[in-house]
């Protein structure tokens, strides 16, 4: 069989969140074009964020995300926050890491079990794998379940929370509601560790590269909600010098614009990252769990990403049980923000990766100008780039199934197209 | 018997409202056994060519291309049933109906001659015939679960037309607007939600929109005599549901100075 000629597509990319289409050409087995075509429609965000009210962002771009709307709350509060010089007590930021943990948990076993576990073990979806593996799915929907209801006590609702502003919370929670979560969470973590140890079963593709990493790193914590910008080859920045670092340019195929660091070229965000810099600050549970499943200190090949996905959703659950465990009730849930005419950025890391906002606030209170950054399209040039590196020695492989393992190279990053303009249909064109 | 076939749609939004399918993790399984999944390309790679019996739409119609693709929709389904405020007004990304979509586009992109968009985001009933809205910013995925358990019997879904006030005076949430002077979109905002916001100590925000017959006026003329100005109660009704016409009109009442 000669491959003289050939050209693989996907016009809409399934299980993964939001609307895009993967695109590779090749001429005479070398890979001329991949791109990741992103079509969601551009919903403008930057732009009508100007004139609002700068009380507005966390509730205006968790409308960026139905699936990781917590990320878009806590970075645009940091960034505000640190506008306005407001510090956050201590017992506040631990209750926003505790609904943080929800969103991981929620977002990460909806990614392992829904969208990614059925490519390792062939099926078309979870519902279709259900069929098969009935106690699995539903052990896989229980614990995304005990994500949300961590997020629907603290947030008010799991999508779109509505108890997050400027300055904390608008009602904090009182001790003894938390106590029946605890009790739900102590089961989680339990499925979590089941989780690990039937996803590092599955059969990984040898593919292995040499990353540069990019995460949040804190002295004291794995982070999630605060830290400085790290890499694995000297990154080491506050959140305020993100710009000076990472470019984004515009291509004609995407509706999202295309992160990379300066000088340095594409990076990835995610797991994998915070794994790779911070996995010395995981839990004793997660850090034996992940050796147990054959985890060295750094995994460079991202489809074992949904074993680290499996080891951080185990660390979320412990980490949620602990903060349950020394919850204080913050005398006041949210500290006074009084307006001033400032600028500032906010990073988190979103269940993808790394979210950055930034705001310029006048001295009325209203938003000069904002950017936002997500996860994904941080991700895009690199998905671009291990669709180039993994398609080139599997070209002997029919067009159905060198295509469905390009899906499943994609969904590696657990892309959320949907932030990401604020993703995908595959297509192989062999010349 | 063949199972009815349920297809669920994407256009603009932010995959939440949809995601509340997902989030019925008692229930999912369990609808999986007594309707066909046949389109639903956020959770699954197969796909089952139509007429569907049920589609479920999510987001609005910004791009010339979506804007053909939902008469397709509307052609391959029997019923068609709108799920979210984007889907029901238009969503957030109508604020560029009161703004300029070009200068939008500069701001956001380098390029933005690459950028295909309409200037106007609207909801899906402009377009096409719709036999049942879901409102919400998101949808509350027991009154999604109402929707298609009420079609799988082939009754009526029970979805209320009141207010926000009646479900908190229900839920025996203290009022904010009379025990804190706190400004609540309550009195005028579609029920769905539980009164949420209330019961957390901050007003309504309205992300339901507009009930049947609202009195923004009264209410505004409430809030804005306990020291809110025209400029912040115009942009109280410009957010998620900013298109849904009695949010529009008291917008631009407030923004007139009428």
Not at chain 1, 9 to 35: N, P, Y
Not at chain 1, 84 to 110: D, F, K, M, N, T
Not at chain 2, 88 to 115: C, H, W
Request: glycine content about 8%; proline content about 6%.
């Amino acid at each position: 069989m000669t491959h003289s000629s050939r050209a693989l597509s996907v016009a809409a990319l399934a299980r993964v969140e939001g609307e895009g289409a993967m695109f590779v050409r090749t001429r005479d087995g070398v890979v001329e074009e991949v791109r990741l075509d992103i079509y969601e429609p551009p919903r403008f965000f930057e732009a009508f964020l100007r004139g609002r009210r700068y009380t507005e962002p966390p509730d205006i771009t968790a409308r960026i995300c139905g699936i990781c709307p917590v990320a878009y709350q806590m970075s645009a509060c940091q960034a505000i926050e640190r506008a306005l010089g407001v510090e956050i007590p201590e017992p506040i930021q631990l209750l926003r890491r505790l609904l943080y943990c929800g969103e991981w948990i929620e977002s990460h076993a909806l990614h392992i079990y829904l969208l990614h576990a059925p490519d390792f073990l062939g099926y078309e979806s979870a519902i279709e794998m259900a069929k098969d593996h009935g106690p699995i799915v539903e052990r896989g929907l229980q614990l995304k379940k005990s994500g949300n209801e961590i997020l629907e006590l603290i947030g008010g609702r799991a999508i779109h929370p509505i108890n997050v502003k400027i300055g904390g919370f608008f009602r904090a929670p009182t001790r003894a509601e938390l106590r029946p979560l605890a009790e739900r969470l102590a089961w989680a973590r339990d499925a979590a560790l089941e989780t690990v140890r039937w996803v590092a079963g599955f059969e990984f593709p040898d593919f292995e590269q040499d990353y540069e990493f990019v995460a949040m790193r804190h002295p004291e914590e794995y982070a999630i909600a605060r830290g400085r910008i790290v890499s694995n080859r000297g990154l080491d920045i506050d959140v305020a010098e993100f710009e000076e670092h990472v470019v984004e340019t515009q291509v004609p195929h995407s509706t999202a614009l295309h992160a990379r660091l300066v000088e340095r070229g594409t990076y990835m965000a995610g797991p994998l990252a915070r794994y790779a810099l911070n996995g010395e600050q995981l839990s004793p549970l997660a850090r034996e769990a992940a050796a147990e499943a054959g985890l060295e200190a750094v995994c460079r090949n991202p489809f074992r990403s949904i074993v680290v996905r499996a080891v951080e959703t185990l660390y979320a659950c412990d980490e949620a049980l602990r903060l349950i465990e020394g919850y204080d009730e913050p005398d006041r849930p949210s500290v006074d923000a009084p307006p001033r005419a400032s600028v500032g950025h906010g990073c988190t890391e979103a269940p993808r990766g790394i979210l950055y906002h930034r705001y310029a606030i006048d001295e009325e209170g209203l938003i000069a100008e904002a950017r936002i950054t997500p996860p994904t399209s941080q991700n895009q040039a690199q998905i671009e780039d291990d669709l180039r590196r993994f398609v080139e020695p599997r070209l002997d492989l029919p067009d159905d199934e060198l295509t469905r393992r390009c899906e499943q190279a994609i969904r590696n990053y657990d892309p959320c197209i949907s932030c990401a303009t604020h993703f995908l249909d595959l297509k192989v064109v062999r010349a | 018997m063949a199972k009815p076939k349920l297809a669920v749609w994407k256009f603009a939004s932010c995959d939440g409202c949809q995601l509340s399918l997902l989030d019925m993790e008692d229930e999912l399984l369990a609808i999986a056994g007594r309707v066909e999944i046949a389109h639903f390309i956020e959770a699954s790679r197969a796909v089952v060519r139509g007429p569907y019996d049920v589609s479920l739409v999510e987001g609005s119609i910004t791009t010339p291309g979506d804007a053909e693709r939902i008469r397709e929709v509307r052609d391959s389904s029997e019923v068609l049933v709108t799920i979210g405020a984007c889907a029901t007004s238009g969503g957030i990304q109508a604020l560029r109906n009161f703004g300029d979509v070009e200068e939008f586009a500069r701001m956001v992109y380098a390029k933005p001659e690459y950028i295909a968009t309409l200037d106007r985001s609207t909801a899906i009933a402009d377009h096409v015939a719709v036999d049942l809205e879901l409102r919400g910013c998101p949808i509350d995925r027991r009154q999604l679960l109402e929707v298609i358990t009420a079609l799988l019997a082939g009754r009526r879904p029970n979805i209320p037309t009141v207010s926000v006030c009646q479900e908190c005076k229900r839920r025996g949430t203290p009022c904010v607007m009379v025990t804190k002077g706190e400004p609540c979109l309550g009195p005028v905002t579609h029920a769905g939600c539980g009164a949420i916001c209330p019961a957390y100590g901050r007003g309504c925000y309205g992300c339901f929109g507009p009930m049947e017959t609202p009195n923004t006026e009264s209410l505004t003329r409430w809030v804005g005599e306990r020291g809110m100005g025209r400029r912040e109660l115009k942009l109280v009704f410009r957010t998620f549901n900013a298109n849904a016409p009695a949010f529009r009109e008291e917008s631009e009442r407030q923004e007139s100075g009428r």
